[in-house]
């Protein structure tokens, strides 16, 4: 799985250098690599259920991940200004208020990670069969 993939993510969604955001998406990474290894050894289950229920198994790590994502201050302002904008040229009534950051993180990584996921399920089970 490409962990840097979706570390690098992570800052790109945060705007933060690598620091205490890419511990904590590493971490959460970790977790549902784990999850995703016995699910896919455990379960037949189609490739991408057993993707999303490791994903979600970690939903509190990816959560403080999100949540750390929506405090960036780069991102309030540029949430902000996009709402501003929307705003100056549609009017009031065409712009209703944005999600949290964080809703639009979590939608990020866990595509990211489903993608990526999918094929470690495929390559864990031809493994298993091997044996």
Same mark, same amino acid.
């Given at each position: ?18 620091? #205490? !955001?890419?511990?904590?998406?590493? +971490?959460a990474?970790?977790? $549902?690599?784990? %999850?995703?290894? =016995? ?13 999303d ?11 403080? #991940? !999100?949540e750390?994502?929506?405090? +960036?201050?780069?991102?309030? $302002?540029?949430? %902000?200004?996009? =709402? ?23 939608e ?6 489903r ?12 493994e298993?069969?091997?044996?």
């Amino acid at each position: 799985m490409r962990v840097l993939g979706i570390v690098a993510l992570g800052a790109a969604l945060t705007g933060a250098p690598a620091t #205490a !955001a890419d511990n904590i998406i590493s +971490d959460a990474v970790r977790c $549902s690599k784990a %999850a995703l290894r =016995q699910y896919a050894l455990t379960t037949s289950e189609p490739a991408e259920k057993v993707a999303d229920a490791a994903f979600d198994k970690c939903s509190e790590k990816w959560g403080q #991940a !999100a949540e750390l994502a929506g405090k +960036d201050p780069q991102v309030i $302002s540029m949430t %902000a200004q996009a =709402q501003a904008n929307c705003i100056k040229k549609l009017g009031t009534d065409a712009c209703p208020p944005p999600m949290p950051y964080s809703f639009y993180f979590m939608e990020a990584a866990k595509r990211t990670f489903r993608h990526d996921a999918v094929m470690e399920v495929f390559d864990a089970r031809a493994e298993a069969a091997k044996k």
